[in-house]
């Protein structure tokens, strides 16, 4: 996962490098909560785009602005409280409960056959199950980074997003930006929406083949 919040409004990011960037951070963001060296390089992140009126400006720029105004501490403590502890999490984070009501049903099963075709499959260190939203961000920026065509490629993109993404995630997104104690992951929410929109829209843009 990436390390720091390189910006999807840089100029010198072409756009398939800024879509996957975007997708690592947002990762990273709902995988773990943040360490310091990262929410200190977020709060020094440029918020203007290069061009007046850029999709993602607005959101982006909220979420930089929280990420000032809070502490370390605070943003933190905010993970452990929407996503952490024993039990069922205040917000949850897997597909599968958006699409299923219940977690390790169905919706992962399918997820994990078409994880096989792809060649992937969860590291061992990894805690969480294949359905959390930061593993799904992941693949899809292996889908669009990575080096063999036959699999990282727009049609694969758009076959994954509409199966495992497109379905649920905004869903996520209003639970987090109506949780009365999200603020950081409010604005996260906001971010995350503006950039499945464009997502989505951009996929219903390609021609069937």
């Given at each position: 996962m990436m390390t720091s919040p390189h910006l999807v409004q840089s100029s010198g990011l072409d756009e398939e490098t800024a879509?996957?960037?975007?997708?690592?951070?947002?990762a990273l963001c709902y995988y773990t909560q943040p360490a310091p060296e990262f929410i200190a390089s977020l709060r020094v992140a440029a918020t203007e785009a290069p061009a007046a009126g850029a999709f993602l400006e607005e959101s982006w720029r909220t979420l930089v602005g929280v990420a000032r105004d809070m502490t370390d501490e605070a943003i933190q403590s905010e993970y452990q409280a929407l996503f952490g502890g024993m039990g069922k999490p205040e917000v949850y984070l897997?597909?599968?409960?958006?699409?299923?009501?219940?977690?390790?049903?169905?919706?992962?099963?399918?997820?994990?056959?078409?994880?096989?075709?792809?060649?992937l499959d969860r590291a061992s260190e990894m805690s969480e199950t294949e359905d959390h939203v930061a593993y799904l961000c992941e693949v899809m920026r292996f889908l669009i980074a990575g080096e063999d065509a036959a699999v990282s490629n727009l049609t694969q993109q758009q076959q994954f997003f509409s199966t495992h993404l497109q379905p649920w995630v905004t869903r996520m997104c209003d639970d987090l930006q109506a949780h009365p104690s999200a603020r950081f992951y409010s604005a996260l929410g906001g971010l995350t929406r503006s950039f499945m929109g464009i997502e989505a829209q951009g996929f219903d843009m390609l021609e069937p083949e």
């Open positions: 879509r996957s960037e975007l997708y690592g951070l947002l897997y597909g599968s409960h958006f699409l299923s009501g219940f977690l390790n049903e169905k919706p992962l099963a399918k997820l994990r056959t078409d994880l096989t075709r792809l060649g």
